[in-house]
T-cell receptor, first 114, second 116 residues
Framework: AQSVTQLGSHVSVSEGALVLLRCNYSSSVPPYLFWYVQYPNQGLQLLLK??????LVKGINGFEAEFKKSETSFHLTKPSAHMSDAAEYFC????????????FGTGTLLAVQP | GAVVSQHPSRVICKSGTSVKIECRSL??????MFWYRQFPKQSLMLMATSNEGSKATYEQGVEKDKFLINHASLTLSTLTVTSAHPEDSSFYICSASFPSGAYEQYFGPGTRLTVT
C-alpha cells in the first residue's frame, strides 16, 4: 500500500530564506509524485510532479523537488521565500498503473515572516 | 487549460435537507472525477471515484446512500449530500483527470457546506 509522510505540520521561514518541505513516501511500485499548494478556502493547485525521467523537477513559482529513490523522498524546495508562498502544501503519491487515485500527506502549513 | 469549476462555492442548508454540488471540467473531457472531503486544518480524504457512465467507487467508510455521486457526462459530476446533518459540514473538493494527463488531477475551487 502507498502512503505519504510529511514531516512538520508547520514550517516558518523568513522572507528570502530557503524553503524546505519534507515528504517521504512508501510505495511497492514506482510512484508518481506530486506537490500541490492550497490557499485558504481554495482548491489545490499543482506545483510540480515527477513521473519518469529526470529526478529533479522544476515547478511553478520557483519551486523544485528531487525524487530520491534510495531515500524514498520527494522534498520540496525554493531558494528564496516570498510572502505570497504562505499556504498549505500537500505531497501526494499515486501508484500509477490502472488507477490515478491520489494519496495525500497530512500537509505542511508554510508561514513566511517579513 | 484544464480548468475545473464547482458550484456553489458556499452553501448553507438546514438539517435534514439535501444539497447538490456540481463539478464541471470546462475545457477538457474528464473520464474520471474524484470527490474529496477536507476537515479544517486537515488533509484531503478521498470519498469516491467516478467514471463517466458507471457507478462511483466509494472509499471504505463512506456511505454511498448518503453521498450520491452521478457522473452523467464527460464534463459534469454531481455530489448530493442527502439528509444532511451538522457533522456533514465540511469543505468538499472535486478533481478531474483524463487518460493522457499523466495521472494528474485538476482540482476545483471547493464548496463550503454548512449544515445548521
Amino acid at each position: 500500500a502507498q502512503s505519504v509522510t510529511q514531516l512538520g505540520s508547520h514550517v516558518s521561514v523568513s522572507e528570502g530564506a530557503l524553503v524546505l518541505l519534507r515528504c517521504n513516501y512508501s510505495s511497492s511500485v514506482p510512484p508518481y509524485l506530486f506537490w500541490y499548494v492550497q490557499y485558504p478556502n481554495q482548491g489545490l493547485q499543482l506545483l510540480l510532479k515527477y513521473t519518469t525521467g529526470a529526478t529533479l523537477v522544476k515547478g511553478i513559482n520557483g519551486f523544485e523537488a528531487e525524487f530520491k529513490k534510495s531515500e524514498t523522498s520527494f522534498h520540496l524546495t525554493k531558494p528564496s521565500a516570498h510572502m505570497s508562498d504562505a499556504a498549505e502544501y500537500f505531497c501526494a503519491v499515486t501508484p500509477g498503473g490502472a488507477t490515478n487515485k491520489l494519496i495525500f500527506g497530512t500537509g505542511t502549513l508554510l508561514a513566511v515572516q517579513p | 487549460g484544464a480548468v475545473v469549476s464547482q458550484h456553489p462555492s458556499r452553501v448553507i442548508c438546514k438539517s435534514g435537507t439535501s444539497v447538490k454540488i456540481e463539478c464541471r471540467s470546462l475545457d477538457f473531457q474528464a473520464t474520471t472525477m474524484f470527490w474529496y472531503r477536507q476537515f479544517p486544518k486537515q488533509s484531503l480524504m478521498l470519498m469516491a471515484t467516478s467514471n463517466e457512465g458507471s457507478k462511483a467507487t466509494y472509499e471504505q467508510g463512506v456511505e454511498k446512500d448518503k453521498f450520491l455521486i452521478n457522473h452523467a457526462s464527460l464534463t459534469l459530476s454531481t455530489l448530493t449530500v442527502t439528509s444532511a446533518h451538522p457533522e456533514d459540514s465540511s469543505f468538499y473538493i472535486c478533481s478531474a483527470s483524463f487518460p493522457s494527463g499523466a495521472y494528474e488531477q485538476y482540482f476545483g475551487p471547493g464548496t463550503r457546506l454548512t449544515v445548521t
